[in-house]
């Protein structure tokens, strides 16, 4: 450590250490900027200067780094490099990812000791190839799993199996490494740590670091005189906001990043911000920039190099920042909108004040039923431990295609059913019947000619990515999910890359392609579709006074209709195109609650309101879900009707909006009495006569906000809620 300048470690640092060392496998879970990277590199970097392990051969020990992004594995690359500087060529650090050079690959098996990389080359690229990789996998003593709280949902439950995968190859060439896990401060890191690795885990959760003191304003932008859908008074939107915050920060010379949800809006924010500074100090206009996923690779390593340089003043970013590179020496950080979690929160405010200096966090809150109740009730922030991490390794959907590249690798026995879980039992032989995978003797054998892990989506996206091209030049500007290209990139819509503006012209769904056209329309463009549940089978019910609340499998049956084009300021809408696109279904897990007549005529609600009490009470707890569970409302839908033909009763549906379900229904069940008590809090609490965005109206509904009754809600939800059990209902079946 002295070689490398290192003459103390914290109390916390020395601890993973210690553990590592011992062979154990650990998760650290401190605040942003507490070391947590030099508390697995100790161990590991002294692992791979003692040179070989017992099984190692003449090679050396080597460790994996598994970061949720490439642009974290890359920085992380360059803050080993030179950490290992003096230490000559004792360790080799690389970086395997999808941009490395193939003839680099090859040196990388073969000679590379530290080699950083993410689940997705994992999944796809190592493990499938895993002969090639024997001598790497023989002499491997540690698997890092970096910013782990990502690990969640969907992807967390790939991420599960492909770790699982690992450990099984690992095994077949007699090594059995340690994991070494960072995560942002988080309830129960070892119990999660545990679910995603399959292991035991010892947690290190106490911080000896020293903080500088972080100032946090919570900021609800104001309310304009125009009004929005059936008349709600507008507020100002969260965009508009922050964009006008990074640029009085870019003004005054205070380094900045604005974290956005959405790509859309990192860009949105980029724009206006320049705009703006061009009035005042054009050449300042320069120093601010967007930054993104879906940039082609050489954009995001040009915009890494500025933003570390300090060439950048002010950025723009999404989450794919926040996981992406170690910025230090930023004054202030600015959060457009909830992230969702209150891990992700302490995440982003953290990337501020790094070395121990002062620094500036903003909330900024969007106009959102969530939003507006955690500005006014600042207890829920500060107040609260952060949340559990939810994902269920044995989704079905999940479970078997990494059984099918299990089978790929080595062929499955009953001895490897022990290591992927309880479920796996049940699902071969459906996979047998299925002609995916053949039993012959005591082992199943993938059976196909393609590549199993390729059955396996591990971002839960689904199909492969529409490509967006420039229509006049031919130029591929990026990529969106194919799950988002209904809703995102469908003909009209208006679509932002690197601060200019296109006009989606057409999308062809059977090419993957949209073409695209360079404008300057006034407004953006949001999606409408309509969506239908039915119950597939109700794992668990539980009375609620006269009503249920129940826990089960549905479908969900979605067509996006037609797109909206709002203003960009103001969000006020212009007018509404129609859409032909295909429906799509889903089958995933969902929570749901019905009420009975007489809860009805106690509530005061009769037949003309009834809609808008369930369709307001269904926005609003869906808006209210992400502060129980590791979620935001776009990992979610719901469905309310008056009269559902399964349930035979007025009901509300929340739904996982992936396949197989991602936790988070699961987690609403176990905790609805306090998830539906802070719905109804959301609602009587807001200052509006008739509903609005703060409250009951959805930016992502497909009817248009219409019907909604929120005084309807308020009364209904009382009802419901003098109903409820004392306890939560604890859901039986897979666990949360």
Not at 91 to 116: H, K, S
Not at 346 to 360: F, H, I, K, T, V
Not at 472 to 488: F, I, K, N, P, Q
Request: proline letters at 6%.
């Amino acid at each position: 450590m002295q070689a490398c300048g290192i003459e103390r470690l914290w109390a916390h640092q020395a601890r993973v250490a210690e553990l590592a060392l011992d062979g154990e496998s650990v998760v650290v879970a401190t605040g942003t900027a507490s070391g947590k990277s030099l508390a697995y590199l100790v161990p590991v970097l002294s692992a791979l200067l003692d040179g070989a392990g017992p099984a190692a051969g003449g090679r050396g020990a080597t460790a994996l780094y598994l970061a949720p992004t490439k642009a974290l594995a890359a920085d992380q690359f360059r803050t080993v490099r030179e950490l290992v500087r003096p230490l000559g060529t004792a360790v080799r650090p690389a970086v395997y990812d999808g941009d490395t050079p193939f003839e680099e690959r090859e040196w990388i098996r073969q000679y590379g000791t530290y080699v950083l990389t993410n689940p997705d080359m994992l999944h796809r690229g190592i493990l499938p190839s895993h002969p090639r990789w024997a001598s790497f996998l023989k002499s491997l003593q540690y698997v890092v799993v970096d910013e782990c709280h990502t690990y969640r949902g969907v992807f967390g439950s790939h991420v599960a199996q492909v770790l699982r995968r690992l450990r099984r190859l690992c095994a077949r060439y007699g090594s059995s490494p340690a994991f070494l896990l960072a995560s942002a401060t988080a309830a129960q890191p070892a119990l999660a740590a545990t679910r995603l690795t399959g292991l035991p885990v010892v947690e290190v959760a106490d911080d000896a670091s020293p903080r500088g003191e972080l100032v946090f304003a919570l900021w609800e932008p104001p309310l304009t005189e125009l009004q929005g859908e059936k008349g709600a008074p507008v507020r100002r939107t969260a965009t508009a906001e922050t964009a006008d915050l990074l640029t009085d920060l870019t003004l005054q010379g205070v380094r900045s990043v604005a974290f956005v949800r959405s790509r859309r809006g990192a860009e949105l924010i980029s724009v206006i911000a320049q705009e703006r500074l061009k009035e005042i100090d054009r050449p300042l206009s320069r120093r601010v920039a967007a930054y993104r996923g879906g940039y082609l690779p050489e954009e995001r390593r040009a915009l890494e190099r500025a933003l570390h340089s300090g060439e950048l003043l002010g950025l723009s970013a999404t989450t794919a920042l926040e996981l992406g590179m170690d910025v230090s020496g930023l004054d202030a950080v600015l959060i457009a909108g909830y992230p969702g979690t209150r891990a992700s929160l302490w995440q982003q405010a953290g990337r501020a004040g790094r070395a121990g200096q002062g620094a500036l966090a903003v909330l900024v809150a969007r106009d959102d039923p969530l939003d507006t109740f955690l500005v006014h009730h600042p207890e829920a922030l500060f107040d609260q431990p952060v949340e559990s991490t939810v994902l269920d390794p044995d989704n079905p959907y999940v479970l078997a295609p990494h059984l099918c590249a299990a089978a790929a690798e080595l062929p499955l026995t009953e001895e490897d059913l022990g290591l992927f879980g309880p479920a796996s039992a049940e699902l071969l032989p459906q996979l047998e019947a299925a002609k995916l995978l053949r039993r012959r003797t005591k082992a199943w054998h993938w059976t196909r000619r393609e590549r199993a892990a390729d059955l396996a989506d591990i971002r839960g996206e689904g199909g492969r990515p529409v490509q967006i091209v420039e229509a006049g030049t031919g130029r591929l500007l990026g990529t969106v999910d194919e799950a988002a290209a209904h809703t995102s990139v469908h003909e009209g819509a208006v679509h932002l890359h690197q601060g200019r503006t296109y006009l989606v012209r057409s999308l062809d769904l059977d090419d993957s392609v949209a073409l695209v056209e360079e404008a300057n329309p006034p407004y953006t463009t949001v999606a409408r579709d309509t969506t239908a549940v039915s119950v597939l089978e109700t794992d668990v019910e539980v009375p609620w006074g006269d009503g249920r609340l129940c826990f089960g499998s549905v479908e969900v049956t979605n067509q996006v209709v037609s797109f909206l084009r709002r203003r960009v300021v103001t969000g006020e809408v212009l007018g509404e195109t129609k859409l032909d696109l295909p429906p799509r279904t889903l089958r995933t897990r969902a929570v749901w609650w019905t009420v009975t007549e007489d809860q009805l005529d106690e509530a005061r609600i009769g037949p003309v309101i009834l809609g808008g009490a369930l369709h307001a009470a269904e926005h609003a707890s869906i808006g209210m879900l992400p502060l129980f569970a590791t979620c935001d409302r776009w990992d979610i839908g719901g469905v309310s009707v008056p009269l559902h033909p399964d349930t035979l009763l007025p009901t509300v549906f929340v739904y996982d909006g992936h396949p197989g379900g991602a936790g988070f229904a699961e987690r609403a069940f176990r905790t609805a009495r306090a998830w539906l008590t802070a719905t109804r809090e959301a609602i009587a609490s807001c200052d509006c006569d008739a509903g609005c965005p703060s409250c009951i109206q959805s930016p992502k509904c497909g009817n248009g906000n219409d019907p909604l009754h929120k005084r309807g809600a308020v009364r209904l939800l009382t009802v419901l809620l003098k109903g409820a059990p004392p306890d939560e209902p604890e859901a039986e079946g897979r666990p949360a």
